[in-house]
Every structure is written in C-alpha cells, then in structure tokens.
C-alpha cells in the first residue's frame, strides 16, 4: 500500500487549506485512514481520523472544531480540512492506514508527508 499526500504550502493565518491523501494498492474501504502531524523539534502528534465507511470521525483537541476529515472510498482517497489556521498548525502532515480501530490502534502504513507553513 502506498500513500500520498499533498496540498500543503504556505498560507496565512486564518486562511484555510485542504489536504488530501491519496491511496493506491490494497483495499481502501477496509482500512480506517488518519492524518497526524509533525512541527519542528516536536514529536508527530495526531490530528484526526476517520473510520472505514467514513460515518464515524475523531479529532485532537488541538483541531476540533476548525477541521473536517473526509474519505472517498471510491477514489481511495481521504481529505483533511483545516479551518482558521494559525501558526501552531506549522508541520509536515502526514496521511496513514490502520487495520484496527480508530483510537489507539498502531498504524501500519504512512506517506511522506506534506509541509504546511502558517505565517502570522
């Protein structure tokens, strides 16, 4: 399975970005998808994820509210959107698939990851 991210970049605060994921090899719909998030001299942190029908979703603190997870199962692809950014939303973004649970599960495959740059 691999995953690819894109759709980031800079952007302003308060301005709103869309990244997507897209997914090749394997069985999408079987797979409960993720984004998470790394900032500089930070550990990678969760943001959010979504389960396999795409009817159930979970958020960080950090994000709720300002952010939507999606899925396309047809086009084996998941969107993040990030509402209100500020510069603590500065990371590389990183999309990832997990045959378990949404919560707490370990995730099996990750993208490369795609920067994302708030300026004040």
């Known amino acids: 399975v691999q995953l690819q991210a894109s759709g980031g970049g800079l952007v302003q605060a308060g301005d709103s970005l869309r990244l997507t994921c897209a997914a090749s090899?394997?069985?999408?719909?079987?797979?409960?998808m993720g984004w998470f998030r790394q900032a500089p001299g930070k550990e990678r942190e969760f943001v959010a994820t979504i389960n396999r029908a795409g009817g159930r979703t979970y958020y960080a603190d950090s994000v709720k509210g300002r952010s939507t997870i999606a899925r396309d199962n047809a086009k084996n692809t998941v969107f993040l959107q990030l509402n209100n950014t500020n510069p603590e939303d500065t990371a590389v973004y990183y999309c990832?698939?997990?045959?378990?649970?949404?919560?707490?599960?370990?995730?099996?495959?990750w993208g490369q990851g795609t920067l994302v740059t708030v300026s004040s």
């Open positions: 090899g394997g069985s999408f719909s079987n797979y409960v």
């Open positions: 990832a698939l997990t045959y378990g649970r949404c919560l707490g599960a370990r995730y099996d495959y």
